[in-house]
């Protein structure tokens, strides 16, 4: 385990960020929108998020403002 990973920071291996994007990308299609990132989230038990703070999550990391985010963009996050 990195040092890294064990602080729980950035997420230093991009097969296992690849991992966590597809699975919170529900629709295959390659992007996260705020409700697939809801729905992860409620997944994983935190069923307090709203849609709206979804929204706002995604936005501080859609680098292109196109209100999704690309693998790229999860990415770049991750290593923040």
């Known amino acids: 385990m ?11 291996d991009i097969e296992e960020a690849r991992k966590q994007f597809e ?10 929108t705020a409700a ?3 729905s992860a989230l409620a997944q ?7 849609e709206s703070v979804a ?6 990391r859609d680098l292109n403002g196109d209100k999704v985010l690309s693998f790229d963009e999860f990415w770049t996050h991750l290593n923040k």
């Open 44 to 50: 994983g038990g935190d069923w307090n998020v709203t």
């Open 36 to 38: 697939e990132f809801k």
């Open 23 to 32: 699975r919170i990308d529900s629709d295959g299609d390659g992007f996260i």
């Open 2 to 12: 990195t040092d890294a990973r064990r602080r729980g920071g950035p997420v230093a």
């Open 55 to 60: 929204e706002a999550v995604i936005a501080s």
